[in-house]
């Protein structure tokens, strides 16, 4: 079993940069990839970026590529998303998730097993 906790989101201008965090309990952690999803108001929950257990891999949406970047502590237990040059179609409710999902299966809802309860971010023009 995984709790995950996300923290860090909040408002910001376009342009501008949030940081967010997502705290993990058990000591299993090092042992699942992690991913970041978001929803937006009125649309499905989309794959933003996820990284392999190690850290030695790192995936991406197209829409966030060169902008956000994702990265993992394990002696924290944390996984990291840095957002920089945010635009207004980034707002969304951010959430952290942990699975170990086959090759195919890592930009997908199902291919993680624990979500976190999110965290709000909006991007204002």
């Known amino acids: 079993q995984v709790q995950l906790v996300e923290s860090g989101g909040g408002l910001v201008q376009a342009g501008g940069s949030l940081r967010l965090s997502c705290a993990a309990s058990?000591?299993?952690?090092?042992?699942?990839?992690m991913g970041w999803f978001h929803q937006a108001p009125g649309k499905e929950r989309e794959f933003v970026a996820a990284i392999s257990w190690s850290g030695g891999n790192t995936y991406y949406a197209d829409s966030v590529k060169d902008r956000f970047t994702i990265s993992r502590d394990n002696a924290k237990n944390t996984v990291y998303l840095q957002m920089n040059s945010l635009k207004p179609e980034d707002t969304a409710v951010y959430y952290c998730?942990?699975?170990?999902?086959?090759?195919?299966?890592?930009?997908?809802?199902?291919?993680?097993?624990?979500w976190g309860q999110g965290t709000q971010v909006t991007v204002s023009s």
């Open positions: 998730a942990a699975g170990r999902p086959t090759f195919g299966s890592t930009w997908y809802e199902m291919g993680y097993d624990y």
């Open positions: 058990g000591r299993t952690f090092s042992t699942y990839t």
